[in-house]
């Protein structure tokens, strides 16, 4: 079984700091992890994706993260954020299987961004 | 955007009352699946399907069900909505092993 822990439920930051959003995950397999994100009252939006090629992944709006095999974990940086980056990120996890690929979702973390 | 639309995408009903809700994409992809979101759990899968004709449960099915005629559309039907079924509701596709959401469709149940 695979499962997801984001570590913080909120995040807060002034505009111009660094962010960093952890999580961690449990899997039998070599998983394939994704972050996304949700804009108040919108959909999920995907961040970025790892499939076991490069380590550090980039994903859109200057969001960066690094798979992490011995800490198990998937943590997403960014270096200076921004009034637009508050929202709510999730972490996930995939189980690629004969009926596609199964997502297993963290709780979130929510990101507020201070001016 | 993947395409992916959902209706409808407010919908206030009462305990008891049947409730259909809409997903329909546009690029005909084999899977697609429905999930809930709820404080603190991020998103939780309902049911999935990889098919015409062809679904299966997820993590929380019970109170549920779906139906896939058309490659295109995906239904998901409360047969007797409770309290505990308000929810917002997504629907998925699976495009190279990367899930792509609608909008999403905000269900209250009085």
């Known amino acids: 079984a695979q499962s997801v822990t984001q570590l913080d439920s909120h995040v807060s930051v002034s505009e111009g700091t660094p962010v960093l959003l952890r999580c961690n995950y449990s899997?039998?397999?070599?998983?394939?992890l994704f972050w996304y994100v949700q804009h108040p009252n919108k959909g999920l939006q995907l961040l970025l994706k790892y499939t076991s090629a490069a380590t550090l992944v980039k994903g859109i709006n200057g969001f960066e993260a690094e798979f992490k095999k011995s800490e198990t974990s998937f943590h997403l940086t960014k270096p200076s954020a921004h009034m637009s980056d508050a929202a709510e990120y999730f972490c996930?996890?995939?189980?690629?299987?004969?009926?596609?690929?199964?997502?297993?979702f963290g709780g979130g973390t929510r990101l507020m961004v201070k001016p | 955007d993947a395409g992916i639309t959902q209706s409808p995408r407010h919908k206030v009903t009462e305990t008891g009352t049947p409730v259909t809700l809409r997903c329909h994409q546009t690029?005909?992809?084999?899977?697609m699946y429905w999930y809930r979101q709820d404080p603190g759990h991020g998103l939780r899968l309902i049911h999935y399907?990889?098919?015409?004709?062809?679904?299966d449960k997820g993590e929380v099915s019970d109170g549920y069900s779906v139906s896939r005629s058309k490659t295109e559309d995906f239904l998901l039907t409360l047969e007797s909505a409770t309290s505990s079924q308000t929810s917002v509701y997504f629907c998925?596709?699976?495009?190279?092993?990367?899930?792509?959401f609608g909008p999403g469709t905000r269900l209250t149940v009085l």
């Open positions: 899997s039998s397999y070599s998983p394939s």
């Open positions: 996930v996890v995939s189980d690629d299987t004969n009926a596609g690929n199964m997502l297993t």
């Open positions: 690029e005909n992809h084999r899977y």
């Open positions: 399907s990889y098919g015409v004709k062809d679904t």
């Open positions: 998925a596709i699976s495009i190279r092993d990367t899930q792509y």
